[in-house]
């Protein structure tokens, strides 16, 4: 069983940057695919980023290339996403995500475990 909690959530003007962290437990990281989802009230859970096992290979939603970075840390157990130059349709619950294989689609149902979710507010 793996437990995922993120932080670094919160209010940002437009423009701004954030940080989300994701702390891993349960299993040893470095086995993990990991994912980063977003969702709004009444819409469905939106794919922003995910990063493989190794950290070697990694893939972005249009909406967020060039402005969000993903990256891996598996001594600490933690997946960052690095959110730059921040816009109001960017305001969201920011999901992490993993499963024990990789998979670029961007799917939610190709993750198995969640976390609980930390919303982002990014004002105009």
């Known amino acids: 069983q793996v437990q995922l909690v993120e932080s670094g959530g919160g209010l940002v003007r437009a423009g701004g940057s954030l940080r989300l962290s994701c702390a891993a437990s349960?299993?040893?990281?470095?086995?993990?695919?990991m994912g980063w989802f977003r969702q709004t009230p009444g819409k469905e859970r939106d794919f922003v980023a995910s990063?493989?096992?190794?950290?070697?290979?990694?893939v972005y939603a249009d909406s967020v290339k060039g402005r969000f970075t993903i990256s891996r840390d598996n001594a600490k157990n933690t997946v960052n996403l690095q959110m730059n130059i921040l816009r109001p349709e960017d305001t969201a619950v920011y999901y992490c995500?993993?499963?024990?294989?990789?998979?670029?689609?961007?799917?939610?149902?190709?993750?198995?475990?969640w976390g609980q979710g930390t919303q982002v507010t990014v004002s105009s």
């Open positions: 990063i493989s096992g190794s950290g070697g290979r990694s």
């Open positions: 349960g299993r040893i990281l470095g086995n993990l695919a």
């Open positions: 995500a993993a499963d024990s294989v990789y998979s670029s689609s961007g799917s939610p149902h190709q993750y198995r475990y």
